[in-house]
């Protein structure tokens, strides 16, 4: 009987090239700020350890369990808005380890979120957990904006949201350009409350359950003058309504073009 033929060990596999990122992370801004203040070899370890161009698969289980988190858009010129969002667990939707979406409900109507990043696709999120990692996470990335049905095309397994009052009028999708952790030294650990009464108002439209005038701004409105916005190209004057369609004016946008699109379909 023959001898079993030996073979000879396979030569060892070459190791995959790691890319070697040839621009820092940030701002050129934030660069010259570390310069004159000497933290330059802090912030290129942070940026070497922490930053992130994806979701890790600790960073998705942190976000499938988030509730809420806070937005920051900026119109073209650069003026900024912060917001917060909230919803059940997981309405900040992974897509996949480099796409977020989440669900606009029904709001105030200002829309100033939707606006600017109709102008400037650019948007920062930030996620912070009180209550059991009192840790953060940062998200910067581009938006798109995609009316519900369009996004259930894209995303055919999207589950559908029972409560009412809580249906999308719209998605933003973000593509995810940085990911990175906010440390939890100055984050105060909080406790839930058990949920008693009726719960959250969904969707309404009631002044009182919206929180009413709290701040007291309604009796101070008018020192400011009445509000007579300027008229606009093409546009019919404010609160009057439209006799027939009117097209948008056209420009140049950065952000997803869904206002433009919508205003085309009503027309």
């Known amino acids: 009987m023959d001898a079993p033929t030996t073979q000879p060990p396979l030569?060892?596999?070459?190791?995959?090239?790691?890319?070697?990122r040839s621009s820092?992370?940030?701002?050129?801004?934030e660069h010259l700020v570390q310069l004159r203040t000497g933290t330059t070899a802090r912030a290129d370890k942070f940026y070497a350890e922490q930053v992130l161009d994806r979701l890790?698969?600790?960073m998705r289980e942190f976000v499938a369990r988030q509730e809420m988190f806070f937005l920051a858009t900026a119109d073209r010129h650069g003026s900024c808005d912060s917001t917060f969002r909230a919803g059940p667990p997981g309405f900040l939707h992974v897509l996949d380890d480099t796409t977020l979406a989440y669900p606009e409900y029904r709001g105030n109507?200002?829309?100033?979120?939707l606006g600017n990043i109709e102008e400037n696709a650019q948007v920062g999120i930030l996620m912070v957990d009180f209550v059991r990692d009192r840790i953060g996470l940062h998200v910067n990335g581009a938006a798109r904006v995609l009316a519900d049905a369009d996004m259930r095309r894209e995303r055919p397994g999207l589950p559908t949201d029972p409560a009412p009052g809580r249906r999308p009028e719209v998605w933003v999708v973000?593509?995810?350009?940085?990911a990175y952790v906010h440390c939890s030294?100055?984050?105060?650990?909080l406790q839930k409350v058990p949920l008693t009464g009726p719960g959250r108002s969904w969707g309404t439209d009631d002044f009182r359950r919206k929180g009413g005038d709290f701040f007291g701004a309604a009796a101070e409105a008018g020192e400011r003058g009445p509000y007579a916005p300027p008229p606009r190209a093409g546009r019919t004057p404010w609160k009057e309504?439209?006799?027939?369609?009117?097209?948008p004016p056209s420009r140049t946008s950065s952000g997803s073009g869904f206002v433009s699109r919508l205003l085309r379909r009503r027309s």
Do not use: F, L, M
């Open 109 to 113: 109507g200002v829309q100033a979120s």
């Open 56 to 58: 890790n698969a600790r």
């Open 185 to 189: 030294k100055h984050i105060p650990h």
């Open 11 to 20: 030569p060892p596999q070459p190791a995959r090239p790691v890319p070697i």
């Open 241 to 247: 309504e439209p006799t027939e369609p009117v097209a």
């Open 24 to 29: 820092r992370p940030g701002s050129d801004g």
């Open 174 to 178: 973000v593509s995810v350009d940085e």
